[in-house]
C-alpha cells in the first residue's frame, strides 16, 4: 500500500538553553507493506534548510529510524532507552553523532497516525542538544487530494 498524505510537523531543539521550534505541514507518502512495515516520506523545503534531501521515517514496533538522503545524508535510530551512533554527513564533511532516545512512540496505520520522538544528540561524548518531534500524519480532504495526486 502506499498513499499520499498530509504531514504535519513540530521539529523542537533545545541548545545551550536556545529553544527554536519549526512548524511545518507538507505533502508526503505512507508507504506499508508485510516485510518492513510503515514508512513515512517526503522531501525537505528551504524551509527547514535541507532543501534537496528526502526524508524517510521507518517504523517498527521497537524503533523508529529517520533517514535521510540527498543534500544531508544520514541514519538515525530511536529505540527509548538506547544509544545508537550515527554518521550525519554534510556537503562540508562528516560528523559522528550519538543518538539517546528518551521517547519514540508510533501510533499508525493506514488512515495516519502520529510519531512522538525525543532525544539527546551528542557529538565526541558531549551534550549538543536535547530535540523532539512532534509529528501527525492524516489522509488529504477532497480539496487537498487533486494536487497531491499531481505532486506524487
Same mark, same amino acid.
Given at each position: ?16 538553553? /536556545? ?62 532507552? /538506547? ?60 480539496? /487537498? ?8
Amino acid at each position: 500500500m502506499e498513499k499520499p498524505v498530509i504531514i504535519s510537523i513540530k521539529s523542537t531543539q533545545n541548545m545551550d538553553g /536556545q529553544e527554536d521550534t519549526i512548524e511545518l505541514v507538507t505533502q508526503g507518502v505512507l508507504r506499508h507493506s508485510e516485510e518492513e512495515g510503515f514508512a513515512l516520506v517526503y522531501p525537505e523545503s528551504e524551509l527547514t534548510g535541507l532543501e534537496g534531501t528526502l526524508t524517510t521515517f521507518r517504523i517498527a514496533p521497537d524503533r523508529i529510524t529517520l533517514l535521510r538522503e540527498g543534500t544531508i545524508n544520514s541514519e538515525m535510530i530511536f529505540e527509548e532507552g /538506547q544509544k545508537h551512533f550515527s554518521l550525519y554527513e554534510t556537503p562540508f564533511g562528516g560528523l559522528m553523532l550519538g543518538v539517546n532516545t528518551h521517547r519514540a512512540k508510533a501510533r499508525i496505520g493506514e488512515g495516519g497516525g502520529s510519531l512522538s520522538i525525543r532525544y539527546a544528540l551528542e557529538a565526541d561524548s558531549q551534550l549538543i542538544g536535547e530535540n523532539a518531534f512532534e509529528i501527525q500524519v492524516t489522509e488529504p480532504t477532497l480539496d /487537498q487530494r487533486a494536487p497531491l495526486d499531481q505532486a506524487l
